[in-house]
């Protein structure tokens, strides 16, 4: 089936300092990608929609420039942290969408997910 | 507004007993709803996606339904490998966002 890989897997960094996150579609294109963060026991944010190509569509809320994304090709798209503060320590995820046209299925897969702690 | 409510934000169950996951959902028109596993640290893992009232699909030991106001996801005889948080999303047929409930803590004792 379709696999979408994410890394890191975890990351310490300190504050001010960038990290990016790669997603990465193995085995199909993926047109869209999805970004969201999670909180311990809270369910998964909308943070932003790219799609290759052209410029991410931010959630309200989302500082677009401290978030950066990057969908340049079909099969990769970075989440950039900028200038990371405590705060922004979180569970990232990546998520596309994947349409199996023959069995009629849409199917959405998540990377692995990065756990990011600002110290 | 979309929303979606999973209930009961957690459960906890001994081997062997069965029990369900319900998923009440507001959609302006559902194009799919998803039912995901998620383990600690990890990514959600699909499991089902449902289209219409009236479908079921199963794999192992769970089995979803859907209604036009809810899914229900049961689990037969659980082992304690089922162990996770559940995720509940829906997709309306605006696009390809998920709006997801804030899951269900499974625990499955021996």
């Known amino acids: 089936g379709a696999v979408v890989s994410q890394h890191p897997s975890w990351v310490i960094c300190k504050s001010g300092t960038s990290v990016k996150i790669e997603c990465r579609s193995l085995d199909f294109q993926a047109t869209t990608m999805f970004w969201y963060r999670q909180f311990p026991k809270q369910s998964l944010m909308l943070m932003a929609t790219s799609n290759e190509g052209s410029k991410a569509t931010y959630e309200q809320g989302v500082e677009k420039d401290k978030f950066l994304i990057n969908h340049a090709s079909l099969t990769l798209s970075t989440l950039t942290v900028t200038s990371a503060h405590p705060e922004d320590s979180s569970f990232y995820i990546c998520?596309?969408?994947?349409?199996?046209?023959?069995?009629?299925?849409?199917?959405?897969?998540f990377g692995q997910g990065t756990r990011l702690t600002v110290v | 507004e979309d929303q979606v409510t999973q209930s009961p934000e957690a459960l906890r169950l001994q081997e062997g007993e069965s029990s369900s996951l319900n998923c009440s959902y507001t959609?302006?028109?559902?194009?799919?709803l998803f039912w995901y596993r998620q383990d600690p640290g990890k990514g959600p893992e699909f499991l089902f996606t449902l289209y219409s009232a009236g479908e079921e699909k199963e794999k192992e030991r769970l089995k979803a339904t859907l209604t036009k106001k809810e899914s229900f996801l049961h689990i037969t005889a659980p082992k304690p490998e089922d162990s996770a948080t559940y995720l509940c999303?829906?997709?309306?047929?605006?696009?390809?966002?998920?709006?997801f409930g804030k899951g269900t803590s499974l625990l499955v004792t021996p």
């Open positions: 999303a829906v997709q309306a047929n605006s696009g390809y966002a998920l709006n």
């Open positions: 959609v302006s028109g559902l194009r799919g």
């Open positions: 998520r596309t969408t994947y349409e199996d046209e023959s069995a009629g299925n849409t199917e959405a897969f």
